[in-house]
DNA sequence: TAATGAAGATTGCCGCAGCATTACGGAAAG
DNA sequence: CTTTCCGTAATGCTGCGGCAATCTTCATTA
């Protein structure tokens, strides 16, 4: 395994080397983000190590540009900050995980191999589909350079077709995607979802249709 | 996104539930072990949040049968005990994260969001056939890019011929495969499927022909 | 090789399961 | 209080699929 340390503090980089090195991890380490950009570029890094108050910037501003620049290894964000909304923001920007410090070592690298064994997908969260970009994490549809605002279960449906667009999506894919298993369906909720959800998408010429596949399921396509 | 709840705290699993559906989060909730286990096994989870000290057991225990039992689910400790060795404990033994209480919900949805940046099915048993490529777990059968609409019936004597192509298919096999106990047949309505089936394949030109073996079966056979 | 019966193939029929749509009203959100 | 959401049920429609009649293929016999 090996890691890529971004800290500027000298002690705290060195006594962590030693200690990852006991646990057989290889670590790179540098101080500045300027430099910790070629080295993601060159080597092939499992993780990432950031601390956040870095010299030359806030290593937060760095994620975006690492994930931009196409790198996939899991990103560890180190901080004495450690308040609740603090690890919010870093995980929302692509952290794959927040250790505030003080820390063990062995939480440390508990934590990077619960990350690794994790297979990176970073790569492309949001599906295309039609004119419209969904963010199926965050469920965001954006129609064009607009948001499309969508009541919350034909965006549920919506975005479960979307995850297999071109593809059919059996009805009880979709009911377990919109319901709970404490909320029984008597009736046909979910047609209903699909005709409301199908007229706003024609309403606003998304470029979808929504096809029924009789006995099985339903279809997105584009058109 | 769907979520299993194993918390003994009504009060806040009812006030969790409540969070993550605005959050666009479905959630089952369950106060036991053993009837987790039960509901990992039926529905396929996105995550499960696990509370560690339950009634009917502690909850680090439970994760090695999950795991033992093929859940792929990610798993996200909730406790009170958030102490650097406990943590590792819980990460060591398999999960994907470990979080202390108290918790904003923002941030444990962060941390759902995190761990399941993965992709989302790691078994895909799809079957090649012919220009076709078959996926039984979805019923869904692409031609080249497209899909090849099929009639409920039909695509259930395709599934079944393709999990065995190349070889004979008893034909009780087959019916068993399209009808369940309620529905008793009376009359060659499998002939009818077998016919219309071919003739659908044919148009297609998909590439595979079925054949008959004589007072056995059917086969499904490559051209 | 021809006869014969059984198994399979094909096709039209049409009942009804499954789907689409919409109005209604309670519930929840703002 | 107003507005939107959404479960329910009523209504109409479509085509799947079970049935049976008919034709075709195959295996077995003399």
Known sequence: ????????????????????KKHGVVT???????????????????????????????????????????????????????????????????ADDYLGKPFLVEELIARVRAVLRRPAQLAEPSIAAGHMVIDP??????????????????LLVLVALAKRKGRTVLRSTLEAAVYNYEEEIQ????????????KRLQDASAGVAIHNIRGVGYLLKEE
Chains 1, 2 share one sequence.
Not at 67 to 81: H, N, P, Y
Not at 187 to 198: E, Q, V
């Open 187 to 198: 009736s046909n909720a979910l047609d209903s979802h699909i005709s409301r959800l199908r």
């Open 1 to 20: 395994m090996r890691l890529l340390l971004i800290e500027d503090e000298k002690e705290l980089a060195a006594a962590l080397s030693v200690a990852l």
């Open 28 to 94: 790179d380490h540098t101080m500045q983000l300027t430099n910790a950009f070629e080295l993601t570029l060159q080597n092939d890094y499992d993780a990432i190590l950031l601390d956040r108050r870095l010299p030359d910037g806030d290593g937060l501003t760095f994620i975006p540009k690492l994930r931009r620049a196409g790198v996939k290894s899991a990103i560890i964000i180190l901080t004495a900050r450690n308040e609740p909304l603090e690890r919010v923001e870093g995980l929302n920007i692509g």
């Open 137 to 154: 994490l965050h469920l965001n549809v954006m129609l064009d350079t607009a948001v499309l605002d969508l009541p919350r279960r034909e």
